[in-house]
């Protein structure tokens, strides 16, 4: 029995030995609650993990202007962990070079902050790091950083200018939301993320330029942006998200380009000084409410991909007068152009077969173009709106797939037509005489492929007498 216990006793002191003989390890910086630490003079900092540099996790000191050590008991200083969350008073800091991270909530809530410098050697700014930071007016982010991580600079009200170096790929959600007095910011080609509302509310902001490297305008990205009259959207954007410019009051005009495939709900909805919008190409659908009371919108160009108008996606816009309904369009939903009160003219092309009741709910003034027999002709019957039937359009010379456009496919289709394959009806054979021989022969293919090759223009392309 007494051996028993003696060598638990040996057990309990061995095992006591081993832990003491363990270096001190800092806390992962991603914990919610700052570890306990040393202290030297107003700091409390933590040993990091690899032994040799410190996290300072806390400043107990009542100075208003505050110089962080560049090192601290001994340890390199590489990161600064909520350090300094809530000192109201603090109105000036310096950061040591060698510093690497500014981590979760290191300013968050210093209210009397006016100027902090940011070494070179910083690669992250970590989420809330400068959250409302109510006086900082000015901040210089060095090349070296790549990330500001979410709610970074969130309600830094008095922010007039940020500068960005040339090494940021990653703008966090709501990094800059409700920077109300942010008047301009030059986002750098290396930026490929921007994360949701990142620059919502920052009601000064005139204009921005959306690098290359984007492929996504998340949700609410600039969302209620009320000073915002221009926009340049990159040939790489794929996707406008939920509301992404959303109240933006002064916004007047936006290209979206070819690239563009998705335009989200509420996208532009409340841009009430937007006069005219270009959709690209590969926009398939435009999404309820995008354009939602944009009142002064005049002028609209639809791409030829869209295949559907969504509910309420003109609500309100009571500034169109005409619109034209492209070739590729199958639908158009409930509500789409309601209340629109001055669309006088809308045409409506043989491809649409669903246009839902209410669709024009409030056009009071509206006449329906369309062909005779189709179904924007039963249509505007059923729904005892006024209707016009369009003229035959003229013929195209060359134009024998009757698509009222010169490709390679019209060759195909006279080659069908001599091989007997797809004989060509009277309208089609008279546009396929390219030559004007009155006679369809492998000539007219030849004189087409010379038109496509610029080589011999001709008459090909314009429209028959």
């Given amino acids: 029995m007494r051996k028993k216990i003696l060598s638990m006793v040996l057990c309990l002191c061995l095992v006591a030995s081993v832990f003491a003989a363990l270096p001190l390890t800092a806390f992962a910086a991603s914990t919610d609650a700052a570890p306990v630490g040393l202290t030297e003079g107003d700091f409390t900092y933590i040993v990091n993990s690899d032994g040799l540099t410190a996290t300072i996790t ?12 560049s090192t601290i008991g001994g340890y390199s200083v590489k990161m600064i962990y909520q350090a300094f969350s809530g000192c ?18 290191a300013f968050n809530n ?17 989420e809330q790091a400068f959250y409302s ?18 709610n970074a600079f969130y309600f830094c009200s008095s922010l007039t200018s940020v500068t960005i170096g040339n090494g940021l790929t990653t703008i966090g959600s709501s990094a800059f939301r409700i920077c109300t007095n942010l008047k301009s910011i030059t986002i750098p080609d290396s930026v490929t993320t921007i994360g949701e509302q990142a620059f919502s509310s920052c009601q000064k902001l005139t204009s921005i330029t959306i690098p290359g490297g984007v492929t996504t305008i998340r949700n609410n990205t600039f969302s209620s942006c009320d000073s915002l009259v221009s926009v340049t959207i990159g040939n790489s954007i794929t996707t406008i ?48 409410n995008s354009f939602r009371d944009c009142f002064s919108l005049t002028n609209i160009t639809i791409g030829d991909s869209v295949t559907t108008i969504g509910n309420d996606a003109f609500y309100g816009c009571i500034g ?30 043989d491809s649409v077969t669903n246009i839902s009741d209410g669709a024009f709910s409030g056009c009071t003034s509206l006449t329906i173009n369309c062909n005779a027999g189709s179904y ?7 729904n005892a709106i006024p209707y016009a039937i369009l003229p035959e359009p003229t013929p195209i010379l060359g134009d024998a797939d009757g698509d009222r456009s010169i490709t390679v496919n019209d060759v195909t289709a006279i080659q069908k037509h001599l091989a007997l394959l797809e004989l060509l009806d009277a309208d089609k054979l008279k546009a396929a005489d390219a030559d004007g021989d009155g006679i369809v022969t492998v000539s007219d293919a030849t004189a087409i492929q010379k038109h496509l090759a610029l080589l011999e223009m001709g008459n090909i392309g314009k429209p028959m007498a």
Wanted: charged share 15%; hydrophobic share 35%; aromatic share 6%.
């Fill in 88 to 105: 109201y008073n603090i109105t000036s800091i310096i950061i040591p070079d060698g510093v690497t991270t500014i981590g979760k909530s």
């Fill in 241 to 288: 998200g939920t509301s992404a410019f959303s109240n933006c009051r002064n916004l007047n005009s936006v290209t979206i380009p070819d690239s563009v495939t998705t335009i989200g709900i509420y996208a532009f909805s409340y841009c009430g000084s937007l006069t005219s919008v270009t959709i690209g190409d590969s926009v398939t659908a435009i999404e309820s």
């Fill in 58 to 69: 806390k400043y107990a000191g009542s100075d208003t202007e505050v110089v962080i050590p």
């Fill in 376 to 382: 924007a002709e039963s249509y505007a019957k059923t």
């Fill in 110 to 126: 210093c209210t009397s902050l006016k100027s902090i410098t940011i070494p070179d050697s910083v690669t992250t700014i970590g």
């Fill in 320 to 349: 169109l007068t005409s619109i034209t309904i492209p070739d590729s369009v199958t639908t158009i939903e409930n509500n789409a152009f309601f209340d629109c009160f001055n669309l006088t003219s809308i045409t409506i092309p």
């Fill in 133 to 150: 930071c109510q006086k900082l007016t000015s901040i210089t982010i060095p090349d070296d950083v790549t990330t500001i991580g979410d």
